[in-house]
């Protein structure tokens, strides 16, 4: 379905080159300094995750030589785990409840009574 413009173009001019050159210029100036100051953030976080992943790795060296200076853990070595992608669910251990427990009643509701000399909090 074609729709017929409210307005006659043929009887108006059109934009000036020079204007629709302006237009699109500052368009690409202005992404274009948004791409790079996006690009920059993204650059200064990704160096921050690394040094502290980088902190992370010497702290658990020396914890890990320190564990090793101790002779009674000589013989202990930590579980072995598996990635994310080959693990499989693993049942609660006994005696545990799948479900967590109910909430709190709300206040007013029967709750608790207060204990006196506690400013009302049971």
Same mark, same amino acid.
């Given at each position: 379905?074609?729709?017929?413009?409210?307005?006659?173009?043929?009887?108006?001019?059109?934009?000036?080159?020079?204007?629709?050159?302006?237009?699109?210029?500052?368009?690409?100036?202005?992404?274009?300094?948004?791409?790079?100051?996006?690009?920059?953030?993204?650059?200064?976080?990704?160096?921050?995750?690394?040094?502290?992943?980088?902190?992370?790795?010497?702290?658990?060296?020396?914890?890990?030589?320190?564990?090793?200076?101790?002779?009674?853990?000589?013989?202990?070595?930590?579980?072995?785990?598996?990635?994310?992608?080959?693990?499989?669910?693993?049942?609660?251990?006994? @005696?545990?409840?799948?479900?967590?427990?109910?909430?709190?009643?709300?206040?007013?509701? @029967?709750?608790?009574?207060?204990?006196?000399?506690?400013?009302?909090?049971?």
């Amino acid at each position: 379905i074609m729709v017929e413009p409210a307005i006659d173009l043929k009887s108006h001019n059109p934009i000036p080159h020079a204007h629709t050159l302006t237009i699109v210029n500052n368009f690409v100036i202005q992404t274009t300094q948004f791409l790079n100051t996006f690009s920059q953030v993204c650059e200064e976080k990704l160096m921050k995750v690394s040094r502290d992943c980088q902190r992370l790795e010497v702290s658990i060296a020396l914890l890990e030589s320190k564990l090793d200076s101790i002779p009674e853990l000589q013989g202990v070595t930590a579980p072995v785990t598996t990635t994310a992608a080959t693990t499989t669910a693993v049942p609660p251990p006994p @005696g545990s409840t799948s479900a967590p427990p109910p909430p709190p009643p709300p206040p007013g509701s @029967g709750g608790p009574a207060p204990i006196a000399g506690t400013g009302g909090i049971p």
